[in-house]
């Protein structure tokens, strides 16, 4: 699924778009909610009001806003009404719909959707907790932010920590990547954007993900080779992902740069091709990168798992002491 999270260019036509997609926000809504949070004020509320504020991302599947509900501060998507293919829309607001329950420390919370429906037409919006304007994309992309050791490993924790939440409950992200992260004003970051996610089978499987069995086909560039191939989607291929976003935490280069796509795919499938890891970057950071290479094998049986990885951090992260600014600074894994 394409993300919420990138900013939209200011030309004349976007912005036009983007001020139609806003006023056709009502300011009242009728919501649906989880009963385990019926003791909570808000969740009482089915027809709420909301004040909604700036934009704060778009993508091809819907646009985020700043609100205010009940006297908290959200962020509010809005799905699109995509002509060209409307079921991925429906498919994706189900997705979210699914995992609405989910309550982890490096999770976006979704707080409400508005009351379940699979008419194409049906105005589709989520409630979120606001967990700030920047993602993970935006800060590798910054050039005045920097990014030291402790902080790619604490950012590569709270990622694992989310992934290993959600596998335990048999679900699959099946679209991690750093657009799809959030990162909030104490640096923490959350997983966020369900809208590809599938769960499991006990067996720990879903169905073919081919066009014929889902809309959905999540980014390209941090899509395991499996399910590039049609095949079964498990958690593993979260994995996969992961490893790509870890190599471009340290990169803070894009996956493949500006290659087709086709060939990407063809590559990745075919010849075990991955985005490039040069000598200097094995020298400096052996741990990091066989870390890496362990997550993108070609053979998701062979990666390792969420609670694996949380024990390999440890260890990468006693081997360099971070610097004095972070020591007293608590980990949570």
């Known amino acids: ?18 001020n139609s997609s806003r006023s056709c926000i009502p300011d009242e809504l009728n919501c649906s909610f989880t ?22 991302g778009a993508g091809g599947f819907g646009s985020v806003f700043e609100g205010k509900c009940l006297g908290r501060k959200i962020a509010l998507k809005k799905l699109h009404h995509n002509i060209k293919n409307p079921h991925a829309i429906s498919e994706s607001f189900q997705a979210e719909k699914a995992v609405i329950t989910l309550r982890h420390r490096n999770i976006v919370k979704i707080l ?7 008419e194409l037409k049906a105005e589709r919006l989520v409630l979120m907790e606001y967990a700030g304007q920047r993602n993970l994309l935006s800060i590798i992309n910054d050039e005045d932010e920097k990014i030291s050791h402790f902080q790619r490993i604490k950012f590569a924790t709270d990622i694992v920590n989310a992934l290993h939440y959600i596998h335990k409950l048999n679900i699959a992200h099946l679209d991690v990547k750093p657009a799809n992260i959030m990162v909030n004003y104490k640096n923490t970051c959350k997983l966020g954007d369900f809208g590809c996610c599938k769960v499991l ?5 879903g169905s073919p993900t081919t066009p014929t069995n889902s809309y959905l086909t999540g980014t390209l560039a941090y899509r395991s080779p499996e399910l590039l191939k049609g095949g079964y ?10 490893g790509i976003c870890l190599w471009q935490l340290l990169t803070r280069e894009k996956p493949y740069g500006c290659e087709n796509m086709y060939v990407v795919i063809f590559g990745v499938v075919s010849y075990e091709l991955r985005p490039n890891i040069t000598e200097k ?19 998701p049986l062979k990666r390792p798992s969420s609670q694996e990885i949380m024990t390999k951090l440890r260890t990468i992260r006693k081997r360099k002491a971070p610097s004095t600014k972070y020591v007293n600074q608590r980990w949570r894994v």
């Open 233 to 242: 989607p498990t958690c593993k291929a979260d994995m996969y992902s992961y």
């Open 201 to 205: 089978g006990e067996n720990g499987q």
């Open 281 to 299: 970057m094995e020298n400096d950071h052996k741990l990091y990168i066989q870390l890496v290479r362990s997550l993108w094998r070609a053979d």
């Open 1 to 18: 699924m394409q993300d919420a999270s990138t900013i939209m260019s200011s030309s004349p036509k976007s912005t036009r778009s983007l």
């Open 112 to 118: 409400a959707t508005t009351n379940s429906s699979r």
């Open 35 to 56: 009963q385990d949070e019926c003791n909570d004020y808000f969740y009482q509320n089915k027809n709420i009001k909301l004040e909604i504020g700036k934009l704060l």
